[in-house]
């Protein structure tokens, strides 16, 4: 079966300039968590969406926004990029059945703000 | 408060020696999950194992064992006889009911199994 699909896989920005991270969940997951890892950091939690509504937040920056679709697939958008949001960001998915607290993670689209 | 402690940053090891990854957690949840996950240099996130709060039992699946004790709130994983492919950075992870499952990682052990 086909596994988290995330793109692009890289993105190069400027300061300053917006960009779109979309995640492409595993058939039938009804679940997207957004996480964001720094440079030799764990991943830190941004924001989740259940059935197309936001579940929960973290420490997403007000500059991000995101959203799930009604095919499920989730966009995280960021604008005014600054140098600090350089980094892995990793879209996971999930199926809220009874192993609905495991995650399956994206290969990431890594980030990176000049 | 919700905590994943891995206090190992870096550990290596020579080819075909066993080591073992620690990981110390801390909740006020009774429900919880417990997960291993590996990042190697390519960084992609790959699942290795999830443990509930109710299940104690030990697992074994291949050269991986896991190791949990709710007693002092440990998780801890074995590689068996490393192999240079071992070479990652491994995260414990977990979750719990209240809320989205969300994780909380801890900072991560980078494992260097030299040939």
């Known amino acids: 079966a086909a596994g988290v699909i995330q793109s692009p896989r890289h993105l190069i920005k400027e300061k300053r300039e917006t960009a779109t991270l979309k995640c492409y969940p595993i058939?039938?997951?009804?679940?997207v968590y957004w996480y964001q890892q720094g440079p030799g950091q764990d991943p830190q939690f941004l924001i989740s969406?259940?059935?197309?509504?936001?579940?929960d937040k973290g420490s997403i920056p007000d500059r991000f926004s995101a959203q799930q679709f009604s095919d499920y697939h989730s966009e995280l958008n960021m604008s005014s990029l600054e140098l600090g949001d350089s980094a892995l960001y990793f879209c996971?998915?999930?199926?809220?059945?009874?192993?609905?607290?495991?995650?399956?993670f994206g290969p990431g689209t890594r980030l990176t703000v000049l | 408060a919700q905590k994943v402690t891995q206090a190992q940053t870096e550990i290596s090891v020579v080819e075909k020696e066993d080591v073992t990854l620690d990981c110390v957690y801390e909740?006020?949840?009774?429900?919880?999950?417990l997960f291993w996950y590996k990042q190697p240099p390519s960084g992609e996130l790959v699942f290795l194992i999830r443990?509930?709060?109710?299940?104690?039992q030990n697992e074994i699946s291949g050269r991986y064992s896991w190791n949990f004790q709710k007693s002092t709130s440990s998780f801890n994983f074995t590689i068996t006889a490393s192999q240079v492919v071992d070479s990652a950075v491994y995260f414990c992870?977990?979750?719990?009911?209240?809320?989205?499952?969300?994780?909380?990682f801890g900072t991560g052990t980078r494992l260097k199994v030299l040939a």
């Open positions: 992870a977990l979750s719990f009911t209240s809320g989205t499952y969300k994780y909380i």
């Open positions: 969406f259940y059935e197309k509504m936001q579940s």
């Open positions: 909740t006020r949840d009774t429900t919880y999950y």
């Open positions: 996971a998915s999930s199926f809220s059945g009874p192993d609905t607290d495991t995650q399956y």
């Open positions: 443990r509930n709060s109710f299940d104690e």
């Open positions: 058939s039938r997951h009804d679940t």
